[in-house]
């Protein structure tokens, strides 16, 4: 068990429809990472917060947001889904805003259809 | 933009054989280069590192070589064990924020009894 708590495990949901994903770090990271693993784009970095600030931005869609609340937890919200938004979202946390190891959820299976 | 290319994408081996993993990354100025294992069901875990100012570093039954001049780096497991099976994942960044990484495609180690 890494620390990383992701909710929901898996959702289902139609296509044009807006889901929220949600992660609670380790005890005590500021650091908070999504990203997207799909068969055909792999495993993506998306964005990250640290201490509720956007600290890096990867290969995020414009119809998809996140943020970081004083309590740490991260949200990130999709929206105006499509078929091919469907993967495994995950959230990883790590103490500071830099350095090496960061610690992985379990992720949330998204299918839209 | 950083380019990771990882094969083979599945290796299959008998217990207690060896098993290398290849990665090439395209730029220059990455420094960092984590390897991570992943088994069903769960995130990507980190099992071992290496920056650019070493050219090989081991932890037990794992090693991690570094050629900065080829631009390419190996992942060796040796003693395979079942346990072992999962898929793993190279990745390439800049400067010390490794959670930016550029992700390889993955490789599916089969370990055979």
């Known amino acids: 068990d890494s620390g990383v708590t992701q909710t929901p495990k898996h959702l289902i949901t139609a296509t044009g429809q807006r889901v929220t994903l949600r992660c609670s770090p380790r005890?005590?990271?500021?650091?908070v990472y999504w990203y997207q693993q799909s068969l055909d784009q792999g495993l993506q970095f998306l964005i990250q917060?640290?201490?509720?600030?956007?600290?890096a931005k990867g290969n995020i869609l414009e119809r998809f947001s996140a943020q970081q609340f004083p309590d740490l937890h991260s949200e990130l919200n999709l929206s105006s889904l499509e078929l091919g938004d469907s993967a495994l979202y995950f959230c990883a946390s790590r103490r500071g805003h830099s350095g090496n190891t960061i610690y992985f959820g379990e992720g949330s299976w998204l299918t839209v259809v | 933009g950083e380019n990771v290319e990882q094969h083979p994408s599945t290796l299959s081996v008998q217990e207690g054989d060896s098993a290398v993993i290849k990665c090439t990354y395209s730029?220059?100025?990455?420094?960092?280069f984590p390897w991570y294992k992943q088994e069903l069901g769960k995130g990507p875990q980190l099992i071992i590192d290496?920056?650019?100012?070493?050219g090989e570093k081991k932890d037990q039954r794992i090693a991690v070589t570094l050629n900065k001049t080829a631009k390419h780096f190996s992942l060796h497991i040796t003693e395979t064990q079942p346990e072992d099976s999962a898929v793993y994942f190279c990745a390439a960044s800049r400067g010390t924020n490794a959670g930016k990484s550029t992700f390889g495609d993955g490789t599916t180690l089969t370990v055979k009894p």
């Open positions: 290496i920056r650019s100012n070493v």
């Open positions: 917060y640290y201490n509720g600030e956007e600290r």
């Open positions: 005890s005590g990271d500021l650091s």
């Open positions: 730029d220059s100025a990455s420094n960092y």
